[in-house]
């Protein structure tokens, strides 16, 4: 498509590592001297409309249900948090406008002003706050799984992903999502690279795995398996998630996002979020959620593929208990390799 | 003014001497510009009526002092004593009326002593003699005796005469430049002096406070908003160019004279080409547009002639074809670098340059058939515009452009459409691909390779930054006018220098250290010239001119020193002298050989004036 890259000037795409420490020194020079924000733009909290992103398809955390409201776990914390915001303020917003994003445009409005806080199945990362975004204390914690059509010759493992892949067909993931970062790390693991495409959300993706379309999804696993779940008319093993993950370092760890900007807004957010976690009502919220019953996404988004009413029966996990316990706004680290004894 | 020379001698004298300053006087100043009685008085005439009528009228009496002046007797007694002698006659003549006297000792012989004179001839004692010995060189000896004529004759002429050859040597020098320029050899001559600025000049922020603002996709920014795809998604390129019309909007720069550059190619290819998100982009890009001018980058594909349906849809879509859709369609602009482009105006046809037109409110025409070839869309096109895009190419070195410029606004692309982010609110903001950006820069055509972390939306804002501001940079007149005067400075001083030594040259030793300095005071020019394009970034390209025009004019100068100092004065003249010393004295090679480059040079003037024109 592209000859010579995306640089317009012609210049060769290999870059050493000095000099690309050079610019990013000089990038960074330069973002830290140039005043990016002006201080008298009115904070979130003091306007009279909010914008909230909400997804369509990020079953359970945020999706349209059958009367095409937003619904979800992201959603109720958010709603949580807005009448904090009202109460704290003492007025309620003029108009609360939700706006529809998916994993590619959620960074976009968000740092664009079109939106103002997300909800929705978001990871933390270091290289997204790098961006000039802000997240609050953790809500929610995955793996990276891949969901792959059942039968015989199905893969079991995801280390058999690339050698059962069917020819000619890639594995899709979500476009913006961090699995597509993932997907590169395995891919260096890989002696041959896995054709990869994108698709527009989590409901395109799905789509594209079950009209054989793509050989395999990989996406957070609760994701996955929230999608599965959903599935009407579905057969035992119709749809496999193989075991083991795409790589033991791609934990998520979602939280709400907004802009680093917007400390005023965080600073609610993670008030009330902390006073959900240490009063215990998180859990409820959670069990709402993930044990109980939850209402069918609208059929319009996933395209007939018939989803209904369903229970994913997922029980908090130790991770998550331990972040209620002690809510940390930090990514995911990856934990430091242990020392060579000698 | 013509001189009018008298030359009193003592026809005893020694007849070669006078005879050899006859000579150069003639060549000089002509035959008819010097009275020499054995040919200038016919037969019968009155000669002391004409003597005392010729030194009346006379610039200047040169007198021929040898040891036979005097006139003696065989009695003893000298002619000079008494006073109806011819020579007492002549110089007492022209002391009466003020005339200018310059003696000439021939020889061995000895200025004359007030004892020796006398009283009506006692003013000589107090006159310098100039020499003239067949021990040295005869042409350099009466060379300084025509130098000291003119200077007694013409006083302030004789330093018109000096700045009349500076002035010749500008031109020269600037005609040789522009000719080489012409022909290409400049270029590598100031790309050496460009990237010796570069090694010698440290990194610099522009002090304009209305300098382009440098936004660019970083490497995260890539990755983590654009999944690290090419082409880069549209429906997120239409948010953010969205997010730039509103920041532009609240900083009140919804402006014709506010352009935005667009330095990467958003051109979507294939995958892309029907989408609703392709429509989206191009509604965002109208949009911003409508509210300020947009210059993009002509898609690769096109620009390297092998442009697509989809990139030619692309450029149909939001070009000048959209005409009647809205009243600003999107311009698209080559990405390519013309070094020489803030020299002539010609080829305004880069972002930067169209932007910092756009920001001085010229009035562009973008029908014009020459833009054609900017950013040819259809096969036609691009097969017509071929050939003239391949010239273009081969004179292309863009390291000449790689200066130490480091813009002070701007900053990632995020940042810069966060709300409240003063960046839209430049009056010209370039939008590039810092992502995959590394240090070597790849010239076309060439194997060199350049190592510099500049990305193309810094040199597009160097340009815009250096002619929007400085648009005088571009005119080339004015361009030829600097040259000229940097030549006509440096070879002014030059020969003043030349000049200083000449006439001081018995005081040559005591004076070295003062020449020395000053010689290195013009080595400073082209130095200077580095200095300049340190701390104006934007006059790098004139500097360099300027430079190169300065040591071409210290070369020809240092020959009219070397005339100079080995003639005692200017030996330069216009046509008619150096023909008449031609014919006077055809069997003298440096006579044939003045003329000749006198000839040469004029033909390069003209040349020079044609390559300026042209």
Redesign the interface.
Known sequence: MFTRGFDVDGRDRACGRACRLAVACALLALAAQTPHAAPNVVPVTERETINIGYQNTSLPFSYLDARNQHVGYSVDLCAQVIADIERQRGRPFREVHPVPVSSKTRIPLLLAGKIDLECGSTTNTTERRHLGLAFSVTTFVSDVAVLVRGGPGAPQRVQDLQRSQEPGLPVVTTAGSTSARHLRDLEATLPVPLRVVHAVDHGESFRMLAEGRASAFVMDRVLLTARVAALANRAPGDFVLLEGTVSPHAVEHYALMMRDTDADLKQVVDKTLKRLMQGGEIERIYARWFQQPIAAPAAGTDAGMGLQPLTLDLPISDELKRLFRTPSDAPYATPAPPATMR | MKARLFLSYRRKENKWAVGHVRDRLYAEFGIEGVFFDNESIDSGESWKGRIEAEVKGCSAVVMVYGSAWAGPLDDGSRRIDNPDDVVRFELVQAHRHGKPILPVVIDEALPPSPADLPADLQFLSALHFGHLSAAESLDRQTSRLIMNIRKAVFGRTMTAHYLTQALWIALLATSVVWLLRVGGVVGLVEDGFARTVQAVAPPLHAQASEQPA?V?I????Y???F???????P??VA??F??LR?RSQEAGRCDARAPVGI???LAP???WADSAALAGLAQALRALAACRPVVM?CP??IE?HTGSESDQRWVSTLGADAKGKQDQPVRFAS???DPLLLRHGAARTEIGAVMADLAAGAELDWNAPARECVCPATHDAIDRCTAGRAQVDAALD?RSLIVPF???????L??????????AGSQMVVV???????????V?TSQA?F?A?V??SM?QAFIADAASLRPWLQNRWLAALADVLVAFVTSSMLMTLWRSIAVNVSNFPMRLFNYLGVGLTFLGVPLLCVGVATYVPAALLPATSAAVVAVATCLRSAMSGYEVLLNGGVGWKFFQGAWAAMVTEPHRWSARTRFAVLCVETLVIAAGLVAVLA
């Not at chain 2, 480091?406 to 990632?412: H, M």
């Not at chain 2, 995020?414 to 960046?423: D, E, F, K, Q, Y």
């Open positions: 440098v660019e970083n490497d995260r920014e990755s983590e908003i999944g690290g795809q090419t082409p880069l998604d429906e997120i948010i953010f969205d997010a509103e330095n990467v190619d290819g294939e995958a980058a690769q594909r390297g990405t390519r670098v863009r480091t813009p002070q606004r701007g900053g990632s995020a940042r810069a459409v966060l709300p409240g982010s003063t960046i590039g691909a810092g992502y995959g950006v590394q240090g070597r820069y790849s076309p390779e190592t972390p990305t193309g040199v």
